[in-house]
């Protein structure tokens, strides 16, 4: 039997946050870069915590995600409780959000395997796909002190993802939906 979070979780894109944050969270937390517009959505109040980088991998980059940052975050979410309502969006809803819920539901003691296959379904009843930032949950992994748990399962993961997005590529061109040929331009 599947233990139950401690709170309900939501992951969403920038534009359906003003919405969800006014009719169902009680904690907010908003993973959004610095050239992002709100409109008439209360940045850093009724319990909503903001915090600016950009959905980048590679931490030598200006705007990537630094660990000050995701300790940051994970501070904000650490007294989430049972029957709190969480949510977690960035931009699209698909890396930074999902990758930050994953090290929450660790930090409230999920095992980093099941974290993921709840951010997944939660993703998958949004009918959107993930993709979790490595470098959020890098940070989030040395932070929690994981010892590397997150990041195996993360690699892990993507790996069987990668797999399976090539089986059905496989698939597609065995029943000539796709074309296995690289486009050759105009004719």
Not at 145 to 161: V, Y
Request: aromatic letters at 6%; charged letters at 25%; a negative charge.
């Amino acid at each position: 039997m599947e233990k139950k979070p401690v709170f309900d979780l939501k992951i969403c894109t920038i534009d359906e946050a003003p919405g969800l944050h006014d009719a169902w969270a009680t904690s907010t937390l908003s993973l959004i870069d610095r050239i992002s517009v709100y409109r008439n959505f209360p940045l850093g109040v009724n319990n909503n915590k903001v915090v600016y980088f950009d959905d980048l991998e590679n931490e030598v980059l200006p705007d990537a995600p630094t660990r000050d940052q995701i300790a940051a975050a994970l501070e904000f979410t650490a007294g989430l409780k049972q029957g709190d309502r969480f949510l977690c969006h960035c931009h699209a809803g698909v890396s930074r959000s999902p990758a930050m819920a994953i090290a929450v539901l660790v930090q409230h003691g999920d095992a980093p395997v099941e974290a993921i296959a709840r951010v997944e379904r939660v993703s998958a009843l949004r009918g959107e796909e993930m993709w979790p930032n490595a470098l959020v949950l890098r940070y989030a992994d040395d932070i929690l002190g994981s010892q590397g748990r997150i990041n195996q399962a993360i690699a892990r993961w993507k790996s069987q993802e990668i797999e399976r997005a090539q089986q059905r590529v496989a698939e597609l061109e065995l029943y000539d939906l796709i074309s296995p040929k690289p486009y050759s331009g105009l004719r």
